[in-house]
């Protein structure tokens, strides 16, 4: 293989913890980001997914059960991987909640439980890591939003509000870090063939003819897609990527 391509998106020796990593679009990080060579640490709350992830990936993966919304967890876990390893090198803001609900039915604990998995948890354990990069002068933060942050889908109004409070957050970093060397972005995934994504549609074919409408390639993104996305935005290849959204949605933002 060329040097340079390996020199571009190796991750050998690095360290990349990944939220919400047992399942779904974080694991498909984790598989991305352990191909390149990185030692992953999965994180959430259902400690068999993240038992049956790592035994998967295998060597040079780890878990450790915690919850993003709790600030206590988000210092501890800074802590446990500082002591473990020494270093972080990637982080990735991907763990979630999902309620879905006409806007007059959301409560104020349905909207304050999506905000403080997605927007508040993501930023404390941000903060919780970022001395250890500012002193390695290096790191790569990763934000995984959500097409419901850019386009009017219905009834998910605190998921949206929350997902684009995430890009805000991804500006406002950047332009706060990157003099230390540590980069900060998002991707905005359009729609994953996931088993949440089956559910939502196998029952409801007008749902599903109306994405596929909207989808210039008419078809629905499969998880390494975001997995392989993160992998560029973690690796070295990126090193003068900062503050952007990478949308990886098969031209739904475009489709007519």
């Known amino acids: 293989m060329n040097h340079l391509f390996e020199q571009a998106f190796s991750m050998q020796g690095r360290v990349a913890l990944i939220t919400g990593g047992g399942s779904g679009l ?27 992830a790592c035994k998967e990936l295998g060597e040079r993966a780890a878990y450790e059960v915690s919850d993003v919304s709790l600030d206590a967890d988000c210092k501890a876990l ?11 090198d990637v982080l990735v803001n991907n763990a979630g909640k999902h309620v879905k609900k006409p806007v007059e039915q959301l409560t104020r604990e349905d909207f304050q439980g999506i905000l403080d998995v997605h927007l508040l948890g993501s930023f404390f ?28 889908l219905t009834q998910v109004a605190a998921y949206s509000a929350a997902k684009t409070g995430m890009l805000g957050l991804v500006r406002s970093l950047a332009g706060e870090v990157s003099i230390d060397g540590i980069r900060v972005n998002a991707i905005l995934p359009g729609f994953i063939d996931t088993p949440m994504f089956r559910k939502a549609t196998d029952t409801d074919p007008a749902r599903y003819q109306k994405i596929m ?36 949605d098969g031209g739904f933002s475009v489709g007519f």
Not at 78 to 88: E, F, H, N, P, S
Not at 221 to 235: N, T, V
């Open 26 to 52: 974080g694991l498909a990080i984790a598989r991305s980001l352990h191909a390149a060579g990185a030692q992953v640490v999965l994180t959430g709350r259902r400690e068999e997914l993240l038992q049956e």
């Open 78 to 88: 800074a802590k446990k991987v500082l002591d473990t390893y020494g270093r972080i």
């Open 125 to 152: 354990l941000t903060q919780a890591f970022l001395p250890m990069m500012r002193a390695q002068k290096s790191g790569s933060i990763l934000f995984i939003s959500s097409m419901a942050a850019t386009n009017a």
């Open 213 to 248: 409408g909207h989808t210039p390639m008419a078809r629905a993104g499969q998880p390494m897609d975001i997995g392989w996305a993160a992998l560029y935005l973690a690796a070295p290849a990126s090193q003068f990527v900062t503050g952007t959204t990478l949308v990886v």
